[in-house]
């Protein structure tokens, strides 16, 4: 099926800052890889998409290999503010902290269809695979550490002690990439609001003590 991406660069201006047109490229570059993945971004398309004249990659990234990885790096720095100030807010319950990082993963902004298109094709591509382990590397490690120290926690207060925190971490972290996927192959079935609903049914099969209602991440 055919995307129609998400928004279009306005052409460029002679008067257009660098950090400027370094984010002209790497809007254009979302949305050219989330219309023909990475193997089909060509130089031509993303310049034609930015409404930027050939060179232009070159002169402020080197190469578009290097426009692509700033493309993930974006992503990544985006979805990282998302969570970290609300899920690290020491007022926060480790409920709370957990429920504040599954609210930040399904976020509207964060999970749109092209953003989540152009994550999938760094997952799915064999030859951009590395480029994302090598770029996501801390980001995974510290949101997973997080999400095991929240569970942790859970557990302990809980007494729900049949339930392995590293073991229920992954399985968080695996179920909400699933849901991301669902997103993108069912947008029409599955949205932001549904995919958070499906997470905090399954925190409250784990922690029903917890997660009876949902947590409160905004205490005053």
């Known amino acids: 099926m055919s995307v129609a991406p998400a928004t279009s660069a306005a052409p460029g201006r002679r008067t257009a800052s660098k950090?400027?047109?370094?984010?002209q490229l790497i809007d254009a570059a979302m949305d050219t890889i989330a219309v023909h993945g990475l193997s089909g971004t060509t130089t031509a398309?993303?310049?034609?998409?930015?409404?930027l004249s050939a060179g232009i990659i070159s002169l402020h990234f080197g190469s578009k290999d290097n426009l692509l990885a700033a493309t993930l790096e974006r992503l990544i720095t985006?979805?990282?503010?998302q969570?970290?100030?609300?899920?690290?807010?020491?007022?926060?319950?480790?409920?709370?902290?957990?429920?504040?990082?599954?609210?930040a993963h399904f976020a509207p902004e964060i999970c749109t269809p092209t953003k989540i298109r152009v994550w999938f094709a760094f997952f799915g591509e064999a030859t951009h695979r590395a480029t994302y382990r090598r770029l996501c590397e801390g980001f995974d490690t510290e949101r997973s550490d997080f999400m095991e120290a929240c569970c942790e926690s859970i557990v302990e207060e809980g007494g729900y002690a049949a339930l392995d925190a590293e073991r229920l971490s992954q399985l968080i972290e695996s179920t909400a990439d699933g849901l991301w996927l669902d997103?993108?192959?069912?947008?029409?079935?599955?949205?932001?609001?549904?995919?958070?609903?499906?997470?905090?049914?399954m925190l409250q099969a784990f922690f029903p003590r917890h997660f009876a209602n949902t947590p409160e991440t905004h205490p005053t």
């Open 19 to 23: 950090e400027e047109r370094a984010q």
């Open 45 to 51: 398309l993303l310049t034609e998409r930015a409404g």
């Open 78 to 81: 985006e979805h990282r503010a």
């Open 83 to 103: 969570w970290i100030e609300a899920a690290k807010n020491p007022r926060l319950n480790p409920a709370a902290r957990l429920w504040a990082l599954m609210e």
């Open 183 to 201: 997103m993108l192959l069912y947008p029409d079935e599955v949205d932001s609001a549904y995919a958070r609903e499906q997470m905090r049914l």
